[in-house]
């Protein structure tokens, strides 16, 4: 069957420094992947959206690569701020769009 | 408005009643999204509409779920004979493109005694 796996494990990290998360599938390959952040109490809202066809994307401090034959995808954002902490959220794509659990990030001063 | 409405915010039922949620999604979107959220957990994939094709209910978790989207804008997820098990946060987003940056409405909070 088809699933998705974010570490279920908080990633603590200091302000200013790279958080890398990462979301891997198996079972089926995706036409495109997203990310999306959710905050307490909120519904997700949508970040980036990487197609089979492009490595990596960026906006602004963040950065999404997706690489097919690993069946990875890698989410970054860079010089962190204690605003980034949420939970992020991936999502591949075939014909429906399911979420994988995701991961959350505090981001300490 | 501007973004995906739900209603109500909270609703506090009791087991065996059937309760009806609503979601008004962003004007022109013709792709509306329900998923459920536990408590700690991931979306739930329950079902999909998009325009005037058949919907797609794979992710309806039993016979007492139902949903309809009149005249191709509102949406309202029916639970009958509700559970315990049911308690979640449903989640309703619409977008313009299949599967494509939905918007998500900040959900019902469904809460089963």
């Known amino acids: 069957s088809q699933k998705i796996e974010q570490n279920s494990e908080a990633l603590n990290i200091q302000e200013g420094k790279t958080a890398t998360l990462t979301c891997n599938y198996t079972n089926y390959s995706p036409a495109y992947l997203q990310w999306y952040r959710q905050d307490p109490g909120r519904g997700p809202v949508f970040l980036l959206l990487?197609?089979?066809?492009?490595k990596e994307k960026r906006k602004e401090r963040l950065k999404v690569t997706f690489d097919t034959t690993l069946k990875q995808s890698l989410f970054h954002i860079t010089a962190s701020q204690p605003a980034d902490s949420a939970t992020y959220l991936c999502a591949p794509y075939t014909d429906k769009l399911i979420f994988g659990t995701g991961t959350r990030l505090q981001v300490f001063p | 408005g501007a973004g995906v409405s739900q209603s109500p915010s909270n609703k506090v039922t009791e087991k065996g009643k059937d309760v009806e949620l609503r979601c008004d999604p962003i004007?022109?979107?013709?792709?509306l999204y329900w998923y459920r959220q536990s408590l700690g957990q991931g979306l739930e994939f329950l079902i999909y509409?998009?325009?005037?094709?058949?919907?797609?209910k794979s992710g309806l978790p039993s016979d007492r779920f139902s949903a309809e989207r009149t005249g191709g804008s509102v949406s309202t997820l029916t639970i009958q004979r509700t559970q315990q098990e049911d308690s979640a946060v449903y989640l309703c987003a619409s977008s313009t493109e299949r599967g494509e940056k939905l918007f998500f409405g900040s959900g019902t909070q469904l809460s089963v005694l």
């Open positions: 509409f998009q325009g005037n094709s058949a919907p797609d």
């Open positions: 990487i197609r089979e066809n492009e």
């Open positions: 004007s022109g979107h013709t792709a």
